[in-house]
């Protein structure tokens, strides 16, 4: 199926954004050139209702979000605008970075439950980090006792996760306990599972269309890494989730940036496993480029094998895309 549609762009306004070129009316322009009937905009944003936003969301609020409306150009060429959003699902805390109440203000709403890049906020740390923190600071404090208790776990708290990943793994200050691909693979089926389980995204879902952002993309590892990763999940685990989206009426994303292993017409891509599982448990669609670039757009043609591959449909589509 030629997909018509992309329903998750950064633009500007998304603080991750970098390419000036990211602007709505040139997103507009490029949709029509590709003949999309609809383009949504999802940028990031923190509902300014909800407490415990995170330094990077302090200034991504409602009302700078709704800004984006304001740049659609006159004529669209015949492309459909949707306002949306994606927001945020802080699993280790079961809060939804979005009300119900303030949801009603767009087309559809993106709920990504995998940003496992925000460490410490999204993922819990594991027993190994917490070991090689609680070294960091002892140390530190040791080395440097004009510092104050404060500064020191700000130095702490500085650090890489994906050096700490490294030194855990080679065991740089103790033998390993965690096993990173099991521990990512579990968190990912209980971030899913207590999504759909959280009382303000079953309103929000009754509410206006919701879509899972990228489900099973563990963010902000290697290729390979997130291979085994999502190749660790099981396929009942994976159906027992599918089955509670499609309960509360929530569409499951087709991330076509996700989706790295495009070679031999995805023999290797491990979300063809996953997709089809969504597809047999008979959940609804959308798909997206999560592009933060006018160039990542192109990244939509993707979705027409991977429609053809996974046996997608018009008819799977979410109702907002007919
Ligand atoms: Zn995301
Ligand atoms: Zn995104």
Known sequence: MEIKHDIHTHTTLSRCCYDPRATVGNYVRR????????????????????????????????????????????????????????????????????LAETAKQFDYVLVPHTHTHMRNFVMPDNDDTVAIKNIFTERISTALPELSADQVKKMVNALSYGEMDAMAAN??????????????????????????????????????????????????????????????????????????????????????????????????????????IAKNVGCRFTFGTDTHSLAGMDNIRKGDDISRIVCITESDLADILK
């Open 31 to 98: 949709a029509a050139e590709f003949g999309h009937k609809i383009l949504g905009l999802s940028n990031h944003l923190w509902d300014e209702k909800v407490p415990g936003a995170s330094g990077w969301y302090k200034n991504q609020m409602i009302s700078y979000g709704l800004q984006q409306m304001d740049c659609v150009p006159a004529d669209t060429c015949g492309v459909k605008v949707l306002c949306g959003t994606e927001t945020e699902y802080y699993a280790m805390r079961d809060t939804l970075g979005m």
């Open 171 to 276: 065991g740089t200050f103790r033998a390993p306990t965690v096993d990173m691909v099991d521990y990512c693979a579990k968190f990912m089926v209980n971030s899913f599972n207590s999504l759909m389980a959280n009382s303000e995204f079953e309103k929000i879902a009754r509410t206006v269309q919701t879509s899972v952002a990228h489900p099973f993309h563990p963010c902000g590892f290697s290729r390979d890494m997130q291979k085994k990763i999502i190749d660790a999940v099981p396929d009942d685990e994976l159906r027992a989730c599918f089955e509670r989206a499609k309960a509360l009426n929530v569409a499951i994303e087709i991330n076509t940036g996700a989706f790295r292993f495009p070679e031999n017409d995805y023999a290797d891509e491990p979300f063809i496993r996953v997709m089809k």
